[in-house]
């Protein structure tokens, strides 16, 4: 199935997610209100052709589409808007 391509904000908002973040903090980093988030949530979910964030986190991650953070101390190969779960824990 082919989906339509996603906005640079919707991939920060799925970085963010896949990255753990709550809505609300996703809102606070991005600057913009929880409805926001949310919004641009419903979109990604449409576009990408898919019931659930995890889903959502998991087909971008198989795609390519957001980075593959490494939780396991060591270095990242892709810069994460957040650093890592410690900048927001």
Do not use: W
């Amino acid at each position: 199935m082919e989906t339509r391509s996603l906005t640079p904000r919707q991939l920060q908002v799925l970085t963010l997610i896949a990255q753990g973040a709550p809505d609300k903090r996703i809102a606070q980093y991005l600057q913009i209100t929880p409805r926001c988030v949310r919004f641009h949530v419903g979109e990604m979910l449409s576009r990408l052709g898919c019931e659930t964030r995890t889903r959502a986190v998991a087909l971008a991650l198989i795609r390519g589409l957001i980075p593959m953070h490494d939780e396991g101390g060591g270095e990242s190969r892709n810069y994460t808007p957040m650093g890592g779960r410690e900048d927001y824990v």
